[in-house]
């Protein structure tokens, strides 16, 4: 099983509806983010936490909201769909004791249409 | 801001070819750098990295030395092969606790037999 575990892997949905991403981990990191990938545009930040009680805005927040249920799940939400959110979107973690560089650990991403 | 700049794409080689991808950085202090690798279908995974000046980081033929006087991070392999093809993320990530990771716009690399 993989570590990092995003659903639904595909989602095709209409303008104006209520899009919930999920993501949760077996890799007991304390940090997660989520990210927004767009042909040419590499990857953009759109939220991230560094523990249960801690959530910060990335570059691109605007639209969306998250929701960080357990230290081992992180969820990200559109309240209501626009079609230039169509995209792929991913899941990492990182792991912030020292020593730590920073890598990340992404999940398989989750493609969603929005028509 | 930190920033990660990277070759544009995309880059098609004949199997065999020698590859550079060209990666250039602007951050404060010292920075860790990394390569993602994204092959079709898949999310990223850590090709390599370096944490500090003039380490080497290398993995499956791929290397990458981290150069603090020309603020590089190069992806190098001497022979590529068919499935090497996928797209190439530079990255950086500060030297501090609260760090989080600046990514370059990626690049494809396409190899054909």
């Known amino acids: 099983d993989a570590d990092v575990t995003q659903t639904p892997r595909n989602r095709i949905t209409k303008t104006g509806k209520r899009i919930m991403l999920e993501c949760s981990q077996t890799?007991?990191?304390?940090?997660m983010y989520w990210y927004r990938q767009d042909p040419g545009l590499g990857l953009r930040l759109i939220y991230y936490?560094?523990?249960?009680?801690?959530?910060n805005k990335g570059e691109i927040s605007d639209g969306y909201s998250v929701s960080r249920q357990a230290q081992a799940k992180f969820s990200l939400s559109l309240e209501s769909a626009i079609p230039n959110q169509t995209a792929l979107y991913f899941c990492?973690?990182?792991?912030?004791?020292?020593?730590?560089?920073?890598?990340?650990?992404f999940g398989e991403g989750s493609r969603l249409t929005v028509l | 801001g930190n920033s990660v700049t990277q070759m544009e794409g995309p880059v098609t080689l004949s199997e065999e070819a020698f590859l550079t991808i060209n990666c250039t950085y602007t951050?404060?202090?010292?920075?860790?750098l990394f390569w993602y690798v994204q092959y079709p279908g898949e999310g990223l995974q850590l090709l390599l990295k370096a944490t500090k000046a003039d380490d080497k980081g290398s993995n499956k033929g791929f290397e990458a030395t981290y150069r603090k006087e020309t603020t590089s991070f190069h992806l190098e392999k001497g022979s590529v092969q068919v499935s090497d093809s996928a797209v190439y993320f530079c990255a950086l990530t500060p030297n501090t606790n609260a760090g989080k990771s600046t990514f370059g716009d990626g690049t494809t690399l396409t190899v054909k037999p």
């Open positions: 936490s560094f523990d249960v009680k801690d959530i």
């Open positions: 890799k007991g990191h304390d940090r």
């Open positions: 951050a404060t202090g010292y920075p860790s």
């Open positions: 990492a973690t990182s792991a912030s004791r020292e020593g730590n560089t920073g890598e990340l650990f």
